[in-house]
């Protein structure tokens, strides 16, 4: 049987970690696609090999300055070069069937709005996207009769078990979460760690700010706020257990007792291409489960007291209006922090702790306005000068 699968297509966020396992798996399952755009943000060199291969109409890199280089490596091949934050967005809304949001942080968030506004199909890995402007997002996306369809692992595996008829029978979402390269570490370890140690993770291999992510926790933190305003689920319904194998990607309770998990290696090309055949199942050749090799699975509840990123995301989701975008922003300066050897890796979750804390005092977390995307750039800019501040004091300690 033929299957419907999306034709003309873009990737937003190419040359990344997902952005390059997306463009594999294109390889790797011989589909035919008509590449429409392709973004990057720095990596010239990457951007350009791929357009050389794909053929896009256009290929965008978000510095401006990378352009002149980018125009001479595209010479003579047709693809159109543009740069720049207003070109990846442009881009992002030419009419496709399905794109792939991949670009890191709150820079996805005008595109990912820009895609799903032109009515395409969402593939969504940029989860800070739905922090940020979640329910504004789901509702464009419908509105123009497009889709938002997860590429996060975790969500990915909720969207295959979870029948949307039968929400109101979920007792419970369970995101399942590695716990990172310190799972086990002590609180003294974790305060002396280097970007290098936070970096290794142990089961993904992912871009730097997920990784850190990761590490802090902070990442199964944002995938709460994500899964909330995917699934519709109220916070205290959506909870996080530690699953060291990274094998079961989440699960579904339901009220009568029973639990659907979904099961695979730790690779992100099996939620891509889940999300791109969508509701039909691509053939390639994927990597397959051995329980007997990969197992035995164990699971354990996740340390709070270590890890606080979790306990302030669930703050955030409850509090709602602006606070998850400033968590978001805050997280986003902190990890840069961190990242520069600015500040010490448990600073990441106080700083973001402080920021919330100092813009629910001035009122700084009530939306603006109407439009979500000013809104939440307005709350972005907002936490990120706090967080500044924030961590100017801590450098000075
Ligand atoms: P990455 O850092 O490897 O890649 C990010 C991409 O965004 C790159 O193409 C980069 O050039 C581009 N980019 C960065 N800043 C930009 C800007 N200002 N404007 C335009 N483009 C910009 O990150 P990644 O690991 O591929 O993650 C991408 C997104 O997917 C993140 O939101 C992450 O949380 C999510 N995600 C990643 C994984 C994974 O396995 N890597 C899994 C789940 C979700
Ligand atoms: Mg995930």
Same mark, same amino acid.
């Given at each position: 049987m033929a299957l419907n699968l999306p034709r003309r297509v873009s990737v937003l966020g190419s040359t990344g970690s997902v952005g390059v396992s997306t463009l594999d798996l294109f390889d790797k399952a011989g589909v035919e696609v008509e590449m429409v755009a392709l973004t990057g943000g720095r990596n010239v060199e990457r951007l350009a090999e791929q357009a050389l291969r794909w053929r896009p109409q256009i290929a965008v890199i978000e510095s401006e300055a990378a352009l002149p280089e980018l125009r001479e490596r595209l010479k003579g091949s047709g693809v159109e070069a543009a740069a720049g934050a207003a070109a990846v967005a442009e881009a992002a809304s030419a009419?496709?069937?399905?794109?792939? #949001?991949?670009?890191?942080?709150?820079?996805?968030l005008a595109p990912t709005l820009s895609a799903a506004r032109a009515g395409a199909v969402v593939a969504l890995a940029n989860k800070e996207s739905l922090v940020c402007a979640g329910p504004a997002l789901l509702r464009t996306a419908k509105l123009a009769g497009g889709a938002v369809v997860p590429v996060d692992s975790e969500h990915s595996a909720i969207f295959q078990v979870l029948d949307p008829t039968l929400a109101?029978?979920?007792e419970r979402l369970i995101l399942t979460a #590695?716990?990172?390269?310190?799972?086990?570490?002590s609180l003294e370890a974790m305060r002396a760690a280097t970007p290098e140690q936070a970096l290794a993770h142990p089961n993904w291999s992912m871009g730097a700010k997920i990784s850190i992510d990761s590490a802090t926790m902070m990442n199964k933190g944002l995938e709460v706020i994500e899964a909330a305003y995917l699934f519709a689920m109220p916070p205290e319904r959506v909870s996080v257990l530690i699953h060291p194998q990274s094998i079961v990607h989440s699960m579904v309770e339901y009220r009568d007792g029973s639990t659907l998990a979904q099961l695979g290696p730790a690779d992100m090309r099996a939620p891509i291409a889940c999300a791109f055949a969508w509701p039909d199942r691509l053939p390639w050749p994927a990597p397959k489960l051995d329980l007997v090799r990969d197992g035995p699975l164990s699971f354990e509840e996740p340390d709070l007291d270590r890890f606080p990123a979790l306990a302030l995301a669930k703050q955030a989701l409850v509090m709602g209006g602006g606070a998850p975008a400033a968590l978001n922003a805050a997280n986003e300066a902190a990890v840069g922090a961190f990242l520069d050897r600015k500040i010490g890796f448990l600073d990441i979750a106080a700083t973001v702790a402080e920021t919330l804390e100092r813009m629910e005092r001035t009122g700084a977390l009530t939306p603006s306005g109407e439009d979500a995307l000013e809104s939440a750039r307005l709350t972005d800019a907002t936490a990120r000068h706090v967080a500044a501040e924030v961590i100017a004091g801590l450098g000075r300690l």
């Open positions: 009419e496709v069937q399905w794109v792939m #949001s991949a670009i890191v942080g709150f820079a996805g109101q029978h979920v #590695s716990g990172g390269p310190f799972r086990c570490a």
